[in-house]
């Protein structure tokens, strides 16, 4: 097995701890499974191992994403300090900090400092209000979504990158083209929207009833691509949708970015408030429990550990439709947990026919979106060969002025 270098880290240094209570959300119940406080922050001695870890076991550059739960609960002064570890055990490395947030915390105080360091904001908004308050409410049952469009603004004002992640259900998934153009006149031109599986608390043989089917998420992603495409520019397009730019890899000769688009997963581990490592925060059980930094285990060794080989490899486990599928090599089956809480027993990828769907439709502008991309990249490549080639000829002879 391939050695695996540490190339990004996700932590929750508020553990599952979180100012919402969406209807949908898997990590609150994680609680069950840190009961010597009702709260859990990281400590300051945690962040400090965490962060030395991480500086001195990554290569030239690392990726840190910090997540809940909600991870702004632990304070602007937090994320300070934790600044001041990077600098102190960095050595020069290029760094980027991703924070995924509701964003009901944030204020200008955290927006100067988000646009400071270069923060990436992943901000939880599930679209106009209509489709946002069906399930993102606070504990009390209120609604949220007038705070978080007013945070966004804010944010955006201020110069910080901002993401949308929004979570897609089986009610919002008949609204693509509202979702769409609301993320846009918001003036956010990247976007993320996530497939909600979930296996229903009251019966363990469903799923819950917010759940996508395969044919909703496929028809979803059809007339997303097609929005999508039509605001392309001079070929070029004019607003990121992440499933589409990590599907378009492949189509170049590279490996999809996403672990949920590899052959296997197990590419990152998640760090929970007190140091515990976990194969992947949708795996944060103890079945899955890699170690604890605290305890003297280092990140890089639990990352190539047996058992992270071992989880990885779950996901190689395909039906043999799938193994013979046209596809695989865009979507490999998808992501491991969407078979996992699906309690159908045929054992199918739940978004199988959604990714059938969706090539059969997407691939022809794909592929021509591809070959295009790799004459342009043949053409650059050769300018810069040229340009090379008279700088050392100009370099052979010398000065002339």
């Not at 609204?175 to 153009?181: C, N």
């Not at 846009?184 to 996530?194: T, V």
């Not at 979803?220 to 992440?242: C, M, N, S």
């Not at 045929?346 to 592929?367: K, V, W, Y």
Request: net charge negative; hydrophobic share 35%; proline share 5%.
């Amino acid at each position: 097995m391939a050695f695996k270098p540490l190339e990004s880290v996700l932590i929750k240094p508020a553990g599952p701890d979180c100012n919402l209570g969406c209807t949908y959300c898997f990590y609150l119940e994680k609680e069950q499974l840190f009961t010597h406080s009702k709260t859990h922050r990281m400590s300051d001695e945690v962040l400090e191992m965490l962060i030395k870890q991480v500086m001195q076991q990554s290569g030239q550059s690392i990726s840190i994403n910090w997540q809940g739960g909600e991870p702004t609960l632990m304070g602007l002064e937090f994320y300070r300090k934790a600044m001041e570890y990077e600098k102190k055990y960095g050595f020069g490395k290029n760094v980027g900090n991703g924070l995924q947030t509701n964003g009901l915390l944030l204020d200008e105080r955290w927006a100067d400092f988000l646009n400071e360091y270069n923060w990436l904001v992943g901000l939880s908004l599930d679209g106009p209000e209509y489709i946002h308050n069906r399930y993102r409410l606070t504990p009390n049952s209120k609604p949220s979504h007038a705070l978080v469009e007013e945070k966004a603004r804010m944010l955006l004002g201020k110069g910080v990158e901002v993401n949308a992640m929004c979570c897609i259900t089986s009610y919002s998934s008949g609204y693509a083209k509202e979702l769409y153009s609301y993320f846009k006149e918001l003036g956010i031109s990247w976007m993320q929207f996530i497939p909600i599986v979930e296996t229903d608390k009251d019966n363990p043989r469903k799923s819950a009833p917010f759940s996508l089917t395969a044919e909703q998420y496929g028809g979803f992603l059809v007339e997303l691509f097609e929005l999508w495409k039509a605001d392309f520019v001079d070929g070029q397009p004019t607003t990121h949708i992440r499933d589409f730019d990590s599907v378009f890899y492949p189509y170049v000769g590279y490996e999809a970015p996403e672990c949920t688009l590899r052959p296997e997963c197990g590419v990152y581990t998640a760090v929970e408030h007190n140091g515990e490592v976990y194969s992947c925060d949708f795996f944060v059980e103890p079945k899955w429990k890699l170690g604890n930094i605290m305890d003297g285990d280092r990140l890089i060794d639990m990352l190539n550990s047996k058992k992270q080989t071992q989880f990885g490899l779950m996901k190689t486990k395909l039906p043999r439709k799938c193994q013979v599928c046209h596809w695989k090599k865009y979507c490999y089956g998808g992501c491991t947990k969407d078979r996992i809480k699906d309690p159908r027993d045929n054992g199918m990828p739940r978004f199988c026919q959604s990714f059938i769907t969706f090539f059969e439709h997407a691939d022809p502008f794909l592929r021509e979106l591809g070959d295009k991309w790799k004459v342009d990249q043949a053409k650059m490549e050769a300018q810069q060969q040229q340009q090379q080639s008279n700088s050392n000829t100009y370099n052979a002879f010398g000065d002339f002025s």
